[in-house]
T-cell receptor
């Protein structure tokens, strides 16, 4: 158990809908990262938050957004969903985090299926 | 684009044998991490090696890093059936970029 929790475990929705994925980092970790894993794209970094502020952006679509709250949990919002958004979404957290030089611990993931 | 590229893509060995996986990357890094993933489940962190380190051990795992060749290897000794999984190398962006860049992974199968 990495100490990173994600809810829900599974999500099934229809095209055009909007969903919110939730992540709680390990106790004391200030950085939260979001990743997407799909068969065709592999594992891709989406976005990082550090202590409530956006720190770095990866291959995140404009239809996707994230935020980190004062209690350090994070949410990833996916809107106008398309079939191609079906994937495993992982959250990771790390300690010192601001320079990304620390181990990232991954949650169990949320499997999103868009029908 | 993917930074790390693992080799081989798939590896099947007998239980008790050693398994070696390689990873190559393209740009400068601060550190390189290896992760294991069991069939569609979460990523488990195995080991982190920093750019100023050349070798690191953790239990049955041995990782090497050659920054001049931009490559790393993961050796699992005395393999067990439970080691069957996909193994990924991941590099940080260097230069302040924080998100990890993953390779496509090596799928390791340990035959009992």
């Amino acid at each position: 158990d990495s100490g990173v929790t994600q809810t829900p475990k599974h999500l099934i929705t229809a095209t055009g809908q909007r969903v919110t994925l939730r992540c709680s980092p390990r106790s004391g970790d200030l950085s939260v990262y979001w990743y997407q894993q799909s068969l065709d794209q592999g594992l891709q970094f989406l976005i990082q938050y550090y202590n409530g502020e956006e720190r770095a952006k990866g291959n995140i679509l404009e239809r996707f957004s994230a935020q980190q709250f004062p209690d350090l949990h994070s949410e990833l919002n996916l809107s106008s969903l398309e079939l191609g958004d079906s994937a495993l979404y992982f959250c990771a957290s790390s300690g010192r985090g601001r320079l990304g030089r620390d181990t990232q611990y991954f949650g169990p993931g949320t499997r999103l299926t868009v029908l | 684009s993917q930074q790390g590229e693992e080799d081989p893509q798939a590896l099947s060995i007998q239980e008790g044998e050693n398994a070696t996986m390689n990873c190559s990357y393209k740009t400068s890094i601060n550190n390189l991490q290896w992760y294991r993933q069991n069939s569609g489940r979460g990523l488990v962190h195995l080991i982190l090696i920093r750019s100023n380190e050349r070798e690191k051990h953790s239990g049955r795992l041995r990782v090497t890093l050659d920054t001049s060749k931009k490559s790393s290897s993961l050796l699992i000794t005395a393999s067990r059936a439970a080691d069957t999984a996909s193994y990924f190398c991941a590099t940080d962006g260097g230069g302040g970029a924080d998100g990890l860049t993953f390779g496509k992974g090596t799928h390791l199968i340990i035959q009992p």
